[in-house]
C-alpha cells in the first residue's frame, strides 16, 4: 500500500476529499474539547497529561507544552503509527512512546494520560489498586501500576503495555494515569472513574482499625458482564 501523506490542513495527498478533512477537524475539536475537560475536573495541572485519537492511519495529539486553553483549529497536530509528524508545526507530545504503543496493540481509537492526584498517590503504594468497587470490571479488572520509567521513554511504554494487558487502563508508578477506548468519551470516562475509585480506596483505608472489603474475581466479572450492556441503545 502507497505511503499516504498529508498536507497542512489534513488532506491526503493526491486528491484528498473534503470528508477527510472534515473527520480531521472534528476529531481534532473533540481532542482538544477532552484535554481541556481534564485540567477543569482537576485530573492534570498546567500542561502535564496529555490526549490523543487515532483518525485511520493519523494519530491526532497533544502537542508538548501549550496550554489547551491556547489551542485552536490551526494547531492541529497529527503524527502515523510510526511516529513521524505528517501534520502541522507544534512539537508533539513527549508521551508520544505511550500513545503510539497503544494503537499498535490495541483496537483503541482514543487514549487519556493524567497526572490525576489520587491515582498518583495510589501508585506509590501498591503494585495493584484493591477491587474496591464493581467498576473496576469495565476497566478489565484489577488495575495493575506499571514500573516506573523515566516520561517520554520506550521503557516506560513497554512497562504500561504488560500493565495493561488485558485491561483498559493501568496505573503509572509515581507518575499518574493511562486509560484507552472507543471513543474518547469512553476514554475520558474510564480516567475519570480510575481517579475515583484511588481516591475511594484511599478514604476507606485510611480508617484506623478497618479493612476495606473487596471484590472477588467471580464478582468483579460479573460487574464487567453487565456493563457491557449499560447505557441506551442507538
Do not use: F
Amino acid at each position: 500500500m502507497a505511503e499516504r501523506r498529508w498536507d497542512a490542513a489534513g488532506r491526503a495527498a493526491g486528491g484528498a476529499t473534503g470528508e477527510r478533512e472534515g473527520e480531521t477537524a472534528r476529531g481534532w475539536a473533540a481532542l482538544v474539547a477532552t484535554a481541556r475537560r481534564t485540567v477543569a475536573d482537576g485530573l492534570v495541572v498546567g500542561t502535564s497529561g496529555n490526549v490523543s485519537a487515532r483518525v485511520g492511519d493519523l494519530v491526532l495529539v497533544t502537542p508538548s507544552g501549550v496550554p489547551y486553553e491556547r489551542l485552536g483549529p490551526d494547531d492541529v497536530t497529527g503524527v502515523d503509527l510510526t511516529g513521524r509528524q505528517v501534520l502541522g508545526t507544534l512539537v508533539p507530545t513527549s508521551e508520544l512512546p505511550m500513545h503510539l504503543a497503544v494503537y499498535r496493540t490495541t483496537d483503541a481509537r482514543a487514549v487519556v494520560h493524567t497526572h490525576a492526584v489520587h491515582a498518583t498517590a495510589v501508585s506509590t503504594l501498591v503494585d495493584e489498586l484493591p477491587p474496591i468497587h464493581y467498576m473496576t470490571g469495565a476497566l478489565g479488572g484489577p488495575v495493575r501500576v506499571a514500573p516506573y520509567a523515566a516520561y517520554g521513554t520506550e521503557e516506560l511504554a513497554g512497562n504500561m503495555l504488560r500493565a495493561l494487558t488485558g485491561r483498559a487502563g493501568c496505573l503509572l508508578r509515581n507518575h499518574g494515569t493511562i486509560t484507552h477506548g472507543a471513543t474518547l468519551d469512553q476514554a475520558y470516562d474510564r480516567t475519570a472513574q480510575l481517579e475515583w475509585m484511588c481516591r475511594l480506596w484511599l478514604a476507606a483505608s485510611s480508617v484506623p482499625g478497618l479493612t476495606p472489603s473487596l471484590l472477588t474475581e467471580a464478582q468483579l466479572a460479573e460487574a464487567g458482564e453487565r456493563l457491557k450492556g449499560y447505557g441506551q441503545r442507538r
